[in-house]
């Protein structure tokens, strides 16, 4: 079935570097992606999306870039920190249709 | 900005017992909300679509005797996981859309709860 997939379970940078989580989708007729970081213990915290009709977006340290030739999804953060380690998950949405997480990133942040 | 809070955020039951988790949209109006099952490790697997005052509908494989799920209100959805068995210990995270501004329903999660069967 369509799925959301991410090619790197674990990304291990340090502090100060910029990170990028990657995403592969497979459903092509999805028009709608977003970004969520998820802290243990807690729900998923959304943090940029973007439309189909776009292929970048910014937000406060971080960006998203959709490739739809390749159907490739990624979140870059700027200047990592520490609070910005957890699992990162993609999602993906056609339509009114629901919400597809891919497998989540986890992202480790070392001084 | 918009709030969804869970209730309670931990619960241990004992085997055979029932359990209800609420969920509640605290500044608007939910007229769908979403139930979600994390396993350990895993991504989050959704459940059910609540829509307010009517029946939810279950994803395939999700047993919808077992678990309840009631949206009687347009602020509170509860999910009843009965005979909870020790499978069926997860998280459980619950997502609200309303109207309007709050139409985008991938922003508003709950903190989710976690469910322990003993």
């Known amino acids: 079935g369509e799925s959301v997939g991410l090619h790197l379970p674990t990304l291990s940078v340090q502090e100060g570097d910029n990170s990028i989580i990657n995403c592969a989708y497979s459903?092509?007729?999805?028009?709608?992606f977003i970004w969520y970081k998820q802290e243990s213990g807690k729900g998923p915290q959304f943090i940029i999306d973007?439309?189909?009709?776009?292929d970048k977006r910014q937000g406060q340290r971080v960006t998203v870039l959709l490739n739809k030739t390749v159907k490739h999804l990624s979140l870059q953060i700027a200047a990592t920190q520490p609070g910005d380690s957890a699992v990162y998950f993609c999602a993906e949405k056609h339509g009114y249709n629901k919400l597809i997480f891919g497998a989540g990133t986890r992202l480790a942040v070392h001084p | 900005g918009a709030v969804v809070s869970q209730h309670p955020s931990r619960v241990i039951c004992k085997s055979g017992t029932s359990v209800k988790i609420e969920c509640r949209s605290l500044?608007?109006?939910?007229?769908?909300m979403f139930w979600y099952r994390q396993f350990p490790k895993q991504s989050l697997m959704l459940m059910a679509t609540?829509?307010?005052?009517?029946?939810?509908?279950?994803e395939q494989g999700v047993e919808k005797d077992k678990f309840l799920i009631n949206h009687a209100s347009l602020t509170l959805s509860t999910l009843t996981v009965t005979s909870a068995h020790p499978e069926d210990s997860s998280f459980y995270i619950c997502?609200?859309?309303?109207?309007?501004?709050?139409?985008?329903?991938?922003?508003?999660f709950g903190q989710g709860t976690r469910l322990t069967v003993v």
């Open positions: 459903n092509s007729a999805s028009d709608y």
């Open positions: 609540s829509n307010e005052g009517s029946k939810a509908t279950y």
């Open positions: 500044d608007f109006q939910a007229t769908t």
């Open positions: 997502s609200a859309r309303g109207t309007g501004a709050f139409a985008n329903t991938e922003a508003f």
């Open positions: 973007i439309r189909s009709n776009m």
